[in-house]
């Protein structure tokens, strides 16, 4: 307060004696009570003017600010066997008195995910050391921080935390629970396959073994598919030859899902057997295509057609003679119609009401009038004259990448000149060239409606092939042209409405979950399906019924109560009927399984580079000494300096009205008024 306020007091209060005064010694000369009217006058006129001046006065308020000591507690499954005496170091730091006064003490759980603590289960599947410590760092970066690390140092997810520094407010030690005793193990750390596989196919398998140990060891890698032996190598590791990549390739002798393990072992006494093995699943599909030629005509082409395709194992080319039985068309996965006519429209009709794909070829000895009454969706004008017509490519096809393949520079095809109008839906690949001319009509176009069909309309497609051997001196590229129109073509079938999505191999029940979706008639999503699945357990016969839950765009089951084992699974719409059946396998996969002995090795390394050091569970009174004795964290005293207007003070108003009120009570009773 400057001595211009004080001043301006000094005149409020004798202006406030003045007219008090005034108004009770000299106006109110018989009046008992004028003293103390006199006085409740001056003070009230004093608080009025001292409100009106409003002054300001300096306030100091002193905080005690003591750090933070954050205590991280290890809730994975690996921590299990040492539950007591995590428990016991925990509490043990987190109740100390004198601890407590000088730190402000947190406690959280860390493993599959990072909380404040709650309770302590020692349930988590996943241990993330490095996610607990960067959110810690995040949140509190400003202030001073003793971090105390609980734990085995086992870490199977995440950033390597070893590696990390904190900032220059953190300081960590670590209290290593568990085994620190270092044991002989040989351990399956990887294995990977494909997803997939095609029936007589070869698919690789590829796993990595690592051992640790001082003394050589003599090992043996097993590989089992559906409990069968196929694979099997020895090998020798020792303390500076530690790892070992195996690889090999399984042949896919059937379709169906093939469990895959592979297994390491040797003649040490182990202690720790469960990461001596790895499971995987492969699904072998049949993707054998059949293609069934028909024809009125025979030509070079078509031998052409059988050996390009058929350079595919998977694909087989069969030429099919009069009468067209339906049990004879049934296995047809893709029709190839060669110069029909409209003879053949029974054949036709049966393709299009299955949705089989379609690959119509024409040339010069086509009978147009009867290829137009055939409804294929399009029409070709007859001339009758007939023309050499060359490839010209179109840059903005899409369907799939022919880029390898090129025949713009090749022998011209044989056809009729005549426009050609196409209704149906279609993306052209190759226009029509005739006489050095680029014409609008299609050499070859694909339809893309639900019913696939592509339409070449020229034959000697022989001369193609013997080009590109001219050119590349074989006919891998003339080939692989011709099988990626078969894989278009054969693919062509109805969208299944109901589709699920899963993996073969779950690793524990936990992770059991199935998703699916489920279109409409017109092929939208429904909300409002009921979908319901039936699962079995193929060894004993068990079978559950569980209802799928729409969760944002599809629906999800939870299968995480089933125990592990071979299932067989049915998805149904219970108001349509459509369903979908698969199978999967639970297993018992367990990370935190995979190492138990304490990783004192890291749980150092992350120590050193933060400032603090790693204690034993014995050593918890060293630790509480370090934590008192440590400079670094004291509480401190914090002072905070605020100006507070006289107006913020409340009780003047309080004083204002008590004596306005009691002045008016005196001179009411008194007859002063």
Known sequence: MNSYTVLLIILASVLAFAISVFQYKYKEKRSRWKNILAVLRFVSLLTVFLLLLNPKFNSTSNTIIKPNLFLLVDNSESI????????????????????????????????????????????????????????IEQIYTTEQTKIVLFGDG????????????????????????????????????????????????????????????????????????????????????????????????????????????????????EKNLTNNSLETAVEVIDERTKVGIISDYKHPDL??????????????????????????????????????????KRVVEYAKSKIVGSFFIFGANTDWNGVNKLNLGFEKEDLGQKEAIFASDNQGFSLFDVSDFTPTNYPPLSGELGDILITDPHEILFFQKIRGIDLKDPLLAFFTGEHKVAVLFASDIWKWRMQTYRNENDFTSFDSFMGKIA?????????????????????????ALISATFYDKTYRFDEKAQLEITVSRTTDGFSQKTPFVLKNSSYQVDLSNLEAGDYTFTVKEKKEGISTSGSFKISMFSLEAQVNTTDKTRLTQIANNNNGKVYYPNQLANLKEQLLEDDSFKPIQRSTKNVVPLIGFKWLLVILCITLTAEWFIRKYNGLL
């Open 80 to 135: 299990k066997p040492y539950q007591q005496e995590l428990l016991k170091v925990y509490n043990d730091l987190s109740q100390d008195a004198k601890v407590d006064k000088r730190f402000t003490i947190k406690s959280f759980t860390y493993g599959a995910d990072f909380k404040e603590l709650d309770s302590i289960s020692f349930t988590d599947e996943t241990t993330d050391i490095a996610s607990a410590l960067l959110n």
């Open 303 to 344: 031998g052409t057609l059988k050996t390009s395709i058929e350079a595919n194992k998977q694909r087989e080319v069969l030429f099919l003679d009069k009468p067209y039985t339906d049990e004879k068309l049934a296995d047809i996965d893709l029709f190839i119609f060669y110069q029909i006519g409209a003879g053949d």
């Open 154 to 269: 086992i870490q199977n997810i995440g950033e390597e935390y070893q590696y990390l520094q904190l900032g220059e407010n953190f300081s960590l030690d670590a209290i290593a629970i568990g085994d620190t005793t270092q044991y002989d193990d040989l351990n399956v750390v990887s294995l990977f396959a494909n997803d997939y596989s095609f029936v007589g196919n070869q698919f690789p398998l590829e796993a990595n073994i690592a051992y640790t140990g001082k003394q050589p060891v003599k090992a043996v890698i097993r590989v089992t598919m559906n409990n069968k032996e196929v694979a099997k190598k020895n090998i020798t590791l020792d303390k500076n030859n530690s790892t070992k990549n195996f690889s090999t390739t399984l042949k896919a002798a059937s379709a169906g899902i093939k469990n895959i393990a592979v297994t390491v072992s040797s003649s040490l006494n």
């Open 487 to 511: 894989f278009y073509l054969s693919s062509s079938q109805q969208k299944n409405r109901l589709q699920l999505n899963y993996d073969k191999v779950f690793p524990t029940p936990k992770q």
